[in-house]
């Protein structure tokens, strides 16, 4: 009899939430239909015209009309369709009560936007409270930051209004549209790919460019730099929305000084002063949910590259940015790569157009860590890596105000 009462408690549990995780997704569907369906389009507008760019309300007149036009039919819909879900599960099914908790989940959503319609309870609207964005954007659920950039960075993204599921399924969680992008070893294989990736997302592209005969497309911006010279881009880095720090060498099997030297100063020290560099640049409060870093730290994190400099270096800059993480005043994302063909590697089994493109399309899900490699236990190995590194330094690391910006 206890077991039983146990596993019947545990199902109806199940059905509460799963109902509650319905009701939001009913949720983002009637958003996204606001933004495409032009019955919807009109009260939906009012919503994004009751708001400053701070989040404070241009008026409260303006505010509760917005409230009973847009978000209490919204709330309806979720209620009386989670609602008829219930009745007719419990017609049909036996032990369903669990379901009607994404119902009652609803009418909440439903009473507090009528309060709000009426000037009532207006610190029921979380993810639109006034003031300065002082997180980056959250992963798996929406928070002030997140949502801020559905109504000023691009409406038509980051539509979801508590899990992210919607927008990861869409490839809405981030909008690389008219973004400035910089990319270090611009004119190297995978520098090039990932040119024409952006590029055919509608961003504008900085190539940062080593190389003094490099040629690119007459509407991207070129920068020639040289390693030690990551000071010389400051100014330029004020400007740029996401920085990709793909620039490396790979010095094969060679393990004199020279080449410690170089491979740690290229590939961790470089890397690194750029990063630092660009997470200077977040200043102001709309930085947080704009600017981005990501950084190729390679499949050489975690697994053999046959090039033990190559490895060490890239597994350092990978362990600085899993610390950095902590604290970091942007998203930072890692592109961990298994071996595509280039230059560097000739015998890479990857084509690096497909890999750039799907470094887009996993970024576009919002995805922080990267992951594109033939090699399985990479996907399994890498995130246990990543956690426990990330707990250690959690555990046994002080964070300081000057790492908060």
């Not at 002082?134 to 992963?139: G, R, V």
């Not at 230059?343 to 576009?364: E, F």
Request: aromatic share 8%.
């Amino acid at each position: 009899m206890a077991i039983d009462l146990t596993n019947g408690l545990m199902i109806q549990t199940l059905l509460g939430l799963a109902s509650i995780v319905l009701a939001e997704l009913i949720r983002d569907v009637y958003h996204l239909a606001g933004h495409y369906w032009q019955p919807l389009q009109i009260s939906h507008n009012l919503h994004h015209k009751a708001y400053r760019r701070d989040l404070s309300v241009v008026s409260l007149k303006a505010y509760c009309k917005a409230q009973l036009h847009n978000d209490v039919p919204e709330a309806l819909v979720m209620t009386s369709l989670t609602g008829l879900m219930a009745a007719c599960s419990q017609l049909t099914l036996h032990q369903t009560s669990g379901l009607w908790v994404g119902c009652l989940y609803s009418l909440g959503f439903l009473l507090t936007a009528l309060a709000r319609s009426q000037g009532l309870l207006l610190q029921t609207d979380l993810t639109h409270k006034p003031g300065d964005l002082t997180e980056i954007p959250s992963q798996w659920t929406v928070n002030r930051t997140y949502h801020w950039r559905h109504h000023f960075d691009q409406g038509n993204a980051y539509y979801c209004g508590h899990f992210t599921i919607v927008d990861k399924v869409l490839g809405t969680s981030l909008s690389l549209k008219n973004k400035v992008i910089a990319i270090t070893g611009a004119s190297g294989t995978m520098g090039r790919s990932l040119t024409a990736a952006l590029s055919a997302q509608g961003a504008k592209i900085v190539a940062l460019t080593t190389s003094a005969n490099a040629e690119f497309a007459p509407e991207i911006e070129v920068i020639s730099w040289q390693v030690g010279e990551e000071a010389k881009l400051a100014d330029r880095l004020k400007t740029v929305d996401i920085l990709i720090i793909n620039h490396g060498i790979n010095v094969h099997g060679e393990r004199t000084p020279a080449a410690i030297q170089k491979s740690f100063e290229v590939n961790t020290l470089s890397a690194w002063r750029l990063a630092e560099s660009f997470l200077n640049t977040v200043q102001k409060s709309e930085h947080r949910a704009i600017k981005e870093l990501w950084l190729n730290t390679s499949e050489a994190e975690v697994s053999p590259a046959l090039s033990p400099l190559y490895e060490l270096s890239k597994r350092t800059l990978g362990d600085l940015i899993t610390l950095r993480r902590l604290d970091s005043p942007c998203i930072i994302r890692k592109l961990i790569l298994g071996p595509f063909k280039s230059h560097l590697n000739p015998i890479g089994v990857m084509s690096p157009q497909w890999v750039a493109a799907a470094i887009v399309a996993l970024a576009k899900r919002d995805f922080r860590d990267i992951i594109v490699t033939i090699n399985p236990m990479t996907y399994i190995a890498f995130p246990i890596k990543e956690w426990s590194r990330s707990l250690y330094f959690r555990l046994f690391s002080l964070r300081t105000e000057g790492n908060d910006r």
